[in-house]
T-cell receptor
Framework: AQTVTQSQPEMSVQEAETVTLSCTYD???????LFWYKQPPSRQMILVIRQEAYKQQNATENRFSVNFQKAAKSFSLKISDSQLGDTAMYFC???????????????WGAGTKLIIKP | KAGVTQTPRYLIKTRGQQVTLSCSPISGHRSVSWYQQTPGQGLQFLFEYFSETQRNKGNFPGRFSGRQFSNSRSEMNVSTLELGDSALYLC??????????????FGQGTRLTVV
């Protein structure tokens, strides 16, 4: 069974600073996807960034980037130039690469509450 | 393009009652999955439907059930409600056509309170 661990329950940084959220996972699968989702107080779960395990290059989306270490099973999220609107819960999630067949299922970490202070 | 719509947004029910929650996916998406979110257990997978068939189910009792209609709209039902069923129920839809289209788009959830 797959597990996802986020060891930082809460983090707080000043606006414009850089912050890194940690995520580790455990799996015996070789093909999978990893995601970071953001859940603001509105409760809407929003995809921040996606990484396909077979791709060695780290994914980036504007101010968001990941450090994907497949051997170490680590998938951290870096937010550069943090903004007040980045305040939210951040969830790391894992999905096996079997969505075409029968297993479109996200396994979630416990989440990290990120607070950006003005 | 309209997003994922969940109704109702809030619901209060009494122990022992049953409840039905609805999810309308993004047009063209055939996969709908459901998650339960609680402070204690976090986010847990309930089940996933694809083309009206339940393909996968999480570790929940039989009181939790669902279905998907031919237009891909999905409903989940919880019978004999317990206090522990109080949670935010999230629905996600996906087109599952590969690559970037593995992304799951979420609704705003239904907040169920059991009293």
């Amino acid at each position: 069974a797959q597990t996802v661990t986020q060891s930082q329950p809460e983090m707080s940084v000043q606006e414009a600073e850089t912050v890194t959220l940690s995520c580790t996972y455990d799996t015996s699968e070789s093909n999978y996807y990893l995601f970071w989702y953001k859940q603001p107080p509105s409760r809407q779960m929003i995809l921040v960034i996606r990484q396909e395990a077979y791709k060695q290059q780290n994914a980036t989306e504007n101010r968001f980037s990941v450090n994907f270490q497949k051997a170490a099973k680590s998938f951290s999220l870096k937010i550069s130039d943090s903004q007040l609107g980045d305040t939210a819960m951040y969830f790391c999630a894992f999905m096996k690469h079997e969505w075409r067949r029968s297993n479109y299922q996200l396994i979630w970490g416990a989440g990290t509450k990120l607070i950006i202070k003005p | 393009k309209a997003g994922v719509t969940q109704t109702p947004r809030y619901l209060i029910k009494t122990r022992g009652q049953q409840v039905t929650l609805s999810c309308s996916p993004i047009s063209g998406h055939r996969s709908v999955s459901w998650y339960q979110q609680t402070p204690g257990q976090g986010l847990q997978f309930l089940f996933e439907y694809f083309s009206e068939t339940q393909r996968n189910k999480g570790n929940f009792p039989g009181r939790f059930s669902g279905r998907q209609f031919s237009n891909s709209r999905s409903e989940m039902n919880v019978s004999t409600l317990e206090l522990g069923d109080s949670a935010l129920y999230l629905c996600a839809s996906s087109s599952l056509t590969g690559g970037a289209n593995t992304e799951a788009f979420f609704g705003q959830g239904t907040r169920l309170t059991v009293v």
